[in-house]
């Protein structure tokens, strides 16, 4: 069965502004049929029957959900960082 890959990847341009990049190779091997899922590295081997669009979405879908993950705890400990107050105290000894 012929696969092929999609490519979701981060870029930077020469002055310096960031921008997703996406690319579609086709996978030269001749691969038994086996089940393939996104990955939130940014690829995806998917079989070459699916549309190029389908696979894109599945693997960006699979992306902004893995990095909802990431924000929620670190969203986490900003509200507490936030919300931290300073306090002098003086320490005997």
Do not use: Q
């Not at 699979?62 to 002098?88: A, D, V, W």
């Amino acid at each position: 069965m012929k696969y092929k890959i999609v490519r979701i990847e981060p870029k930077r341009k020469k002055n310096g502004t960031k921008f997703w990049n996406v690319s579609f190779v086709e996978d030269k091997l001749d691969r038994v049929k086996e089940k393939r899922r996104p990955y939130a590295n940014g690829s995806y081997l998917y079989p070459a029957y699916m549309k190029d669009e389908i696979a894109f979405n599945k693997l960006k879908a699979c992306m902004i959900s893995e990095h909802k993950k990431r924000i929620k705890p670190l969203e986490k400990s900003l509200k507490k960082l936030e919300e931290l107050k300073y306090e002098y105290k003086t320490h005997e000894r």
